[in-house]
């Protein structure tokens, strides 16, 4: 089990360094102005909008396997716990009895 949780710890590193570089690759909005008076974006590999959706898509991706390596880790890493746990109540219900099986006619000495 330790090598499965090691294995999606290093996905998850992995992928959160892509979303990382390939959000910072992208453009912003106004970058679109400068693009149409001819700034060298048109003459990009995959084209003036080509590189947009490439750099979407892989981002997407990217993000996808971030957030599903995130639950697995969750779902790995939790404790085992017992069915019929209560939970936060399971304090309240064990100590409950104990303080109702006390005798009334018994007096804290002053």
Not at 51 to 67: C, D, I, K, P
Not at 83 to 93: I, Q, T, W
Request: proline share 4%; with cysteine; hydrophobic share 55%.
């Amino acid at each position: 089990m330790d090598f499965i949780t090691s294995l999606v710890l290093i996905v998850n590193v992995i992928s959160a360094l892509a979303v990382i570089v390939l959000v910072l690759m992208q453009h912003g909005k106004g970058a679109d102005m400068g693009a149409a008076f001819g700034s060298g974006s048109a003459g990009s590999v995959f084209g003036a909008s080509g590189s947009a959706n490439f750099l979407s898509r892989s981002t997407a991706v990217a993000a996808a396997v971030f957030f599903v390596t995130c639950m697995a880790l969750v779902l790995l890493t939790a404790p085992k716990t017992n069915k019929n746990d209560l939970g936060v109540m399971s304090g309240v219900a064990a100590s409950a009895p104990a303080a109702a099986s006390q005798p009334a006619g018994q007096k804290i000495p002053d």
